[in-house]
Nanobody, 115 residues
Framework: VQLQACGGGLVQAGGSLRVSCLVS????????MGWYRQAPGKQRELVAR???????QYGDSVKGRFTISRDNAKNTVCLQMNGLKPEDTAVYYC??????????WGQGTLVTVSS
């Protein structure tokens, strides 16, 4: 199973960015997917996750600003990030599975939000 994330970059505060993750080698449609992030000196935290049936859950700090979605035909999970803040700066990782345990991790993509 391989997860390849892309779409990170540098954006000004208040701006938007979309990160995507392409999954290969698994039955994507039957798998929950999640986005996590890790800022320097901090623990990795859940940003958002989506079940195989489309149920979603968000971290408190991103509720109302970020949206997770999936396209089972393209084996892709995306995270649309609006209203970005400097504290959103982190490496964003996609992961297979609903929980943080088990599953597979992508390589991470850096999102930098300037003030």
């Amino acid at each position: 199973v391989q997860l390849q994330a892309c779409g990170g970059g540098l954006v000004q505060a208040g701006g938007s960015l979309r990160v995507s993750c392409l999954v290969s080698g698994s039955i994507f449609s039957a798998t929950g997917m999640g986005w996590y992030r890790q800022a320097p000196g901090k623990q990795r935290e859940l940003v958002a996750r989506i079940s195989s049936l489309g149920a979603t859950q968000y971290g408190d700090s991103v509720k109302g600003r970020f949206t997770i979605s999936r396209d089972n035909a393209k084996n892709t999970v995306c995270l649309q990030m609006n209203g970005l803040k400097p504290e959103d700066t982190a490496v964003y990782y996609c992961k297979s599975g609903w929980s943080i345990a088990g599953g597979y991790w992508g390589q991470g993509t850096l999102v930098t939000v300037s003030s």
